[in-house]
């Protein structure tokens, strides 16, 4: 998938520009980061896994998210930091308890919103802490997600098998609308994440 050999190029320019102690990734439990931590750990790319990673955690955050960052933690054999508040809050605790960090890589792709005109890397806006944000999914669509994890049997929250799509905390996310099955019965359940339709544009119909 020439989109992956992309991927690992932007990981590995990354770590030629800074050295694996300046830079971290950004990790929320969700299905992009997700793929970005297997895609550092499994890539034999020089000092990747020297690259630290941190979870934001949210105010509200789901009880399954918290346990499959534990799994990720015994996963991959690795330290996972974490740091409570919203991005930005948690960003300028992160600098200023780690002085040396200079780039953050974040799962980000087009389709999510703001994301449309990022570059690769591309420095925080005015306001933010001083930091290079690296972006090696920009070009995956949803489908490239789902296919990378399923065929690399890479572990994921159990809440993308109950028919969230995009999780955010307990008080702004459902699950996805347009995954939702009524039996006859008048039972309702969810169909898996990776089952979504036009999934770029639906995927975040669970967010409130």
């Given at each position: ?22 830079v ?6 969700g ?17 990747a896994?020297?690259i ?41 605790h992160i ?16 389709s ?22 690296i ?19 890479v572990?994921y ?21 347009h ?7 008048g ?22």
């Open positions: 998938m020439d989109k992956l050999k992309d991927s690992l190029s932007i990981i590995a320019q990354a770590l030629s520009s800074f050295s694996a102690s300046e971290f990734i950004s990790f929320n439990g299905k992009d980061c997700t793929v970005l931590l297997d895609l550092i750990h499994n890539s034999n790319l020089k000092d896994k020297q630290k990673c941190i979870y934001v955690r949210p105010l509200n955050p789901f009880s399954e998210i918290e346990e499959f960052v534990e799994q990720c933690r015994q996963h991959y054999g690795i330290t996972i930091t974490t740091v409570d508040g919203g991005i930005k809050t948690a960003l300028e600098c200023r308890d780690d002085p040396q960090l200079k780039a953050c890589i974040m799962g980000s792709r087009r999510d919103p703001y994301c449309e005109r990022l570059a690769p890397f591309q420095e925080t806006d005015a306001g933010w802490p001083p930091l290079m944000r972006n090696p999914l920009l070009e995956w669509t949803c489908e490239d997600i789902w296919s990378y994890i399923r065929e690399q049997n572990p929250c159990t809440l993308y098998d109950r028919g969230y799509t995009s999780i955010g905390d307990r008080t702004n996310t459902i699950p996805n609308p995954l939702k099955v009524e039996a006859d019965s039972e309702v359940t969810y169909l898996p994440a990776y089952t979504l339709q036009d999934a770029d544009k639906y995927e975040r119909a669970g967010r409130l």
